[in-house]
C-alpha cells in the first residue's frame, strides 16, 4: 500500500469471489486506530447455490490497516451490527451429486455440461430454479432436507417463519427482501421458497459468522478455519492444501460463534503485511454450535475499529466476550467476592490471591475434540502455561463452549492480569470487563 495516505474510515462494498487471497489488492489503508464500516452480503446459503463463488461465503474485500506488520495481531472493536434484510431462508443441507469437484462449497461444477464454476441465472422459484447460463442445466450443488423462511419485524428483534404462499411471494422478490447489496453477485436464499417450519418465533441478536484477517495463501472464505478446512488437505480442485499448509495459512477468521457480537473484541493474528480485515456472513441469530449446519443469514451494515498490537504473534483469534455472555465461573469477581476470598485464603496463611480476567481462545480442528485441545494449546503457549494447568483453569474458572459443530470451539477462563499485560491486551481487557 506505498504511496497511499492511510484514512480514519475505510468504507466498503465490494467483495470476494469467495476466495482470501493474499495477491489480490486490499482496500485502505485504514489508519490504526481508525473505522471499517462494511455493507456485508448474506453467507453460506446464497453463496452455496451460487456455484460461480469459489467458498461458502462471499466476504467483504479485504482493508490493509496501516502499520500491522507480520507477527503483529489487531485488535477489532465491533462498534456495531445492524440487520438490513426483511426476510431470509435456512436449513438443513444435502448435496446435489454430480454438482461438484470434490468439494460444493467451493468447486461447483455444472452436472450436465462440466463447466467449473458455472454462471447461473434464476429461473421462477423453488430449489430447481438455480440454471447454467451455458446449458440451462439445474446447476445447484446444494438443496434443503428441512428449510424455512423467515420474516423480521420492523425493529429486527423478533422472526416468525412463514407458510408457502407467503414463502413464494418473497421468493419472487429475493434481493429486495434479503437487501442484498448492490455489488453482491449471490442468488438469493430465499428463491427456493422452503416452508417446512411454519409459526416458529425466534429472538434475533445478530452476530459476524466470518470476521477475521487474510492467510498466507488463497483459501475459500468457508474454509479459514480448522474444520472446514479439512476438506481442503489433499482435494481434487485446484485449492488443495497439505495439513502443514493449512496449518500454517488460516487465520480461523470462520468462526460462527454466536458471542462474536455488538460491543465484542475479537485480536486477530497478522499473517500478511496489512492484516487484510474482512467480514460477512452476518447472523440474525444462532444458538451455540450451529448445530443445523446453518443459520439466518443476512444482509446488514457493521461499524468496526481497529487496533494493531505490535509483537503479539498469535496463530488465532482471541475472544473477549461481552460480560453478559461469559460463562458463569469465568465472569469478574466482585469486590466483594475478593474480600471474602482474601479473609479466607488468610485463614490457610495465603497473603494475597490472584488478580484475574476473563479471556477466551479459539481452536479450531476437524472434531470439537482436535478443536479444544488447539484452543487449549494456543492459551497454554501464550500465557506460558502448560497444558493441563490451562484444562485446570478452564474447569474451575470458565468452560469450553461450542462455537460451530463440528470444530470450533472457545476455552474461556480467568487469566492472571500480569500475563496479559505482558502479552499487551490487559488494556482491551480493562476496557471490556472495567477490572
Excluded at 159 to 173: H, M, S
Excluded at 181 to 189: E, G, T
Excluded at 192 to 216: E, K, S
Excluded at 282 to 300: F, N, W
Aim: hydrophobic fraction near 35%; aromatic fraction near 6%; proline fraction near 7%.
Amino acid at each position: 500500500m506505498a504511496g497511499r495516505q492511510a484514512t480514519g474510515t475505510v468504507f466498503v462494498n465490494t467483495f470476494t469471489n469467495g476466495v482470501l487471497d493474499p495477491a489480490k489488492p486490499m482496500l485502505g489503508p485504514v489508519q490504526n486506530g481508525g473505522h471499517i464500516v462494511a455493507n456485508t452480503t448474506p453467507g453460506c446459503w446464497g453463496p452455496m447455490i451460487t456455484p460461480a463463488l469459489r467458498g461458502g461465503h462471499e466476504v467483504t474485500q479485504p482493508v490493509y490497516v496501516e502499520g500491522a506488520e507480520v507477527g503483529d495481531a489487531i485488535a477489532i472493536r465491533i462498534k456495531s451490527i445492524e440487520v438490513t434484510s426483511i426476510a431470509t431462508a435456512s436449513g438443513n443441507d444435502q448435496t446435489v451429486e454430480g454438482s461438484f469437484l470434490g468439494d460444493p462449497y467451493c468447486a461447483g461444477k455444472c452436472p450436465k455440461c462440466g463447466t467449473m464454476y458455472p454462471e447461473t441465472r434464476i429461473e421462477g422459484i423453488g430449489q430447481s430454479a438455480i440454471r447454467c447460463t451455458n446449458c440451462g442445466a439445474d446447476a445447484t450443488p446444494f438443496r434443503f432436507t428441512n428449510g424455512y423462511t423467515i420474516a423480521f419485524d420492523p425493529t429486527r428483534t423478533l422472526g416468525v417463519t412463514l407458510p408457502q404462499e407467503a414463502a413464494e411471494n418473497i421468493a419472487r422478490d429475493g434481493r429486495n427482501y434479503m437487501a442484498t447489496p448492490q455489488n453482491s453477485v449471490q442468488n438469493p436464499i430465499v428463491t427456493f421458497a422452503p416452508h417446512d417450519i411454519v409459526g416458529v418465533v425466534a429472538r434475533l441478536r445478530p452476530f459476524l459468522g466470518q470476521i477475521g484477517t487474510t492467510p498466507t495463501r488463497p483459501l475459500p472464505d468457508s474454509h479459514n478455519a480448522g474444520d472446514f478446512g479439512f476438506f481442503l488437505i489433499g482435494a481434487p480442485h485446484e485449492y488443495a492444501v497439505t495439513a502443514e499448509e493449512l496449518k500454517q495459512a488460516k487465520t480461523d477468521g470462520h468462526m460462527d460463534i454466536s458471542r462474536v457480537r455488538e460491543g465484542a473484541i475479537l485480536i486477530c493474528p497478522v499473517k500478511v503485511p496489512g492484516g487484510g480485515v474482512y467480514v460477512g456472513d452476518m447472523h440474525a441469530l444462532q444458538g451455540d454450535g450451529e448445530i443445523a449446519g446453518h443459520t439466518c443469514d443476512v444482509s446488514g451494515i457493521v461499524s468496526l475499529q481497529v487496533h494493531v498490537i505490535k509483537g503479539l504473534n498469535i496463530d488465532g483469534p482471541i475472544l473477549l466476550p461481552n460480560e453478559e455472555d461469559l460463562p458463569y465461573l469465568a465472569k469478574p469477581l466482585s469486590a466483594a467476592e475478593k474480600r471474602l476470598a482474601t479473609v479466607e485464603a488468610a485463614k490457610w496463611g495465603l497473603k494475597q490471591i490472584e488478580e484475574t480476567a476473563p479471556v477466551s481462545f479459539v481452536g479450531t480442528g476437524e472434531t470439537l475434540n482436535v478443536a479444544t485441545d488447539n484452543a487449549l494449546e494456543r492459551a497454554a503457549d501464550l500465557l506460558e502455561m502448560t497444558v493441563p494447568e490451562m484444562k485446570n483453569r478452564a474447569t474451575i474458572t470458565g468452560s469450553i463452549e461450542i462455537g460451530r459443530h463440528p470444530g470450533v470451539v472457545t476455552s474461556t477462563f480467568l487469566a492472571p492480569i500480569d500475563k496479559l499485560e505482558k502479552l499487551g491486551i490487559l488494556k482491551f481487557v480493562q476496557e471490556q470487563y472495567h477490572v
